[in-house]
């Protein structure tokens, strides 16, 4: 299977979000607070959100390295 943009971005888009609340909510554990905090949520949906727009980007074929806006 070829990986194009989109897949990519897909992918980021799942991964990201989960890797930062595995990391994040294991670093809460460790100091004593608890796993999932409100903060950690909104960071979440953040990555989300964000890696959704790239890979809307993505399937239109708009790149943020070739946009021309003066």
């Known amino acids: 299977m070829k990986i194009t943009r989109l897949r990519f971005r897909l992918a980021e888009m799942v991964i990201a979000p989960l890797a930062l609340c595995l990391v994040d909510g ?14 950690l949520a909104g960071g979440v949906l953040a990555v989300v ?9 993505a399937i239109q074929h708009r790149w943020p390295e070739t946009d021309a806006t003066p």
């Open 49 to 57: 959100f964000i890696r959704g727009i790239d890979a809307l980007r």
């Open 26 to 39: 294991l670093i809460h554990r460790m100091v004593g607070e608890p796993f999932m905090t409100e903060f």
